[in-house]
């Protein structure tokens, strides 16, 4: 009959959402890929979320030595055996000082990040004294910090010293007693008169003094 055309239409497939011109708007595989991009979306804003949870408040916050004080002697081994005392270290030469979340239980991201930098910079303190401080329970700590060290290579002005059951971190109010926390990462700048010139204590894991902060405030 005139004005009809014979011809059935097109079956559409099964798969696809058809616009008025024809053209296949949604396939099976690009509504996978869909669900497949908001998964990983899903998955990145929750590690994000993860990343910014607020870490267990200690029991006391931290009450450490205050700049212009003297700061309190302390001796603490090193993974040689050997005995390192902060009178000792201000004797040669000024001493920076980097406590360390140690080991709560895993090794911390933060404190691989701020070790490896000031190792990266560590012709700027060639003329001074450099102590990192990893504290945490006395068993198996020098397995964990052995770990953490890794293939970084220490210059002789570096003494990376342990706190087994912190006794340092208690002595200098530093104490972070939390489910997997041990100290509050703290950076200290102490003069060869053993005064502190310069402290930064951090109540989380990340914000720490840098190297260029540290490299302004060295007497």
């Known amino acids: 009959m005139a004005g009809f055309s014979?011809?059935?239409?097109?079956?559409?497939?099964?798969?696809?959402?058809?616009?008025?011109?024809?053209?296949?708007m949604l396939t099976r595989r690009s509504i996978f890929c869909l669900i497949l991009m908001l998964s990983l979306v899903s998955i990145s804003?929750?590690?994000q979320a993860q990343g910014r949870r607020k870490a267990a408040p200690g029991k006391e916050p931290p009450h450490p030595p205050k700049v212009g004080e003297?700061?309190?002697?302390?001796?603490?081994?090193?993974?040689?055996?050997?005995?390192?005392?902060?009178?000792?270290?201000?004797?040669?030469?000024?001493?920076?000082?980097?406590?360390?979340?140690?080991w709560p239980g895993k090794q911390?991201?933060?404190?691989?990040?701020?070790?490896?930098?000031f190792l990266s910079k560590k012709s700027a303190f060639d003329d001074v004294q450099?102590?990192?401080?990893?504290?945490?329970?006395?068993?198996?700590l020098a397995v964990h910090a052995k770990e953490f060290q890794g293939n970084k290579t220490f210059p002789a002005n570096y003494h990376?010293?342990?706190?087994?059951?912190?006794?340092f971190t208690n002595a200098w109010g530093l104490r972070w007693d939390a489910p997997r926390e041990t100290a509050y990462p703290s950076t200290f700048v102490v003069d060869q008169e053993q005064k502190i010139v310069f402290g930064k204590t951090v109540?989380?894991?990340?914000?720490?003094?840098d190297v260029a902060t540290v490299l302004a405030e060295l007497p």
């Open 160 to 167: 990376f010293v342990l706190d087994p059951d912190y006794k």
């Open 70 to 102: 003297v700061a309190p002697d302390f001796e603490l081994m090193n993974q040689d055996g050997e005995a390192v005392s902060l009178k000792a270290l201000t004797e040669k030469s000024p001493v920076v000082m980097l406590v360390l979340r140690g």
């Open 130 to 140: 450099v102590m990192m401080i990893y504290p945490g329970p006395a068993e198996l």
């Open 108 to 117: 911390c991201p933060m404190c691989s990040r701020q070790v490896g930098e």
């Open 45 to 47: 804003a929750t590690a």
């Open 6 to 24: 014979s011809r059935r239409p097109s079956p559409v497939s099964k798969y696809h959402f058809v616009t008025d011109q024809g053209h296949p």
């Open 203 to 209: 109540v989380s894991h990340g914000d720490r003094a």
